[in-house]
């Protein structure tokens, strides 16, 4: 199995930076993707940015040019640092794992608990 722990989120203002952290421990070698996902109240859960292992960066329109993805692969975590927070970036976000590396001992993604981000207007 694979567990993901986030941490960094919080209630700021709009224009605000935040750093979200995503732990990764267990069969971490089996990770080859990861990223991370948002989920506004009403809304569906969305692709916010995701990053292969070595691989280049993706993200979503709406958050291209303030939010940067990036991994560290030796220490197995993830990270979305956030800039120019707006009021729509509102949601709780999670930490998602593809462990395509190990396909026939794994057929799902893994995922966090989410941490809820806030922004003010």
């Known amino acids: 199995q694979v567990q993901l722990v986030e941490s960094g989120g919080g209630l700021v203002q709009a224009g605000d930076s935040l750093r979200l952290s995503c732990a990764a421990s267990g069969d971490t070698v089996c990770i080859s993707a990861m990223g991370w996902y948002r989920q506004a109240p009403g809304k569906e859960r969305e692709l916010v940015a995701n990053?292969?292992?070595?691989?280049?960066?993706h993200y979503a329109e709406s958050v291209k040019g303030r939010f940067t993805i990036s991994r560290d692969i030796a220490k197995n975590t993830l990270y979305l640092q956030m800039n120019s927070l707006k009021p729509e970036d509102t949601a709780v976000y999670f930490c998602?794992?593809?462990?395509?590396?190990?396909?026939?001992?794994?057929?799902?993604?893994?995922w966090g608990q989410g941490t809820q981000v806030t922004v003010s207007s």
């Open positions: 990053i292969p292992r070595g691989g280049r960066a």
């Open positions: 998602n794992a593809d462990p395509a590396y190990c396909s026939r001992r794994y057929t799902h993604d893994f």
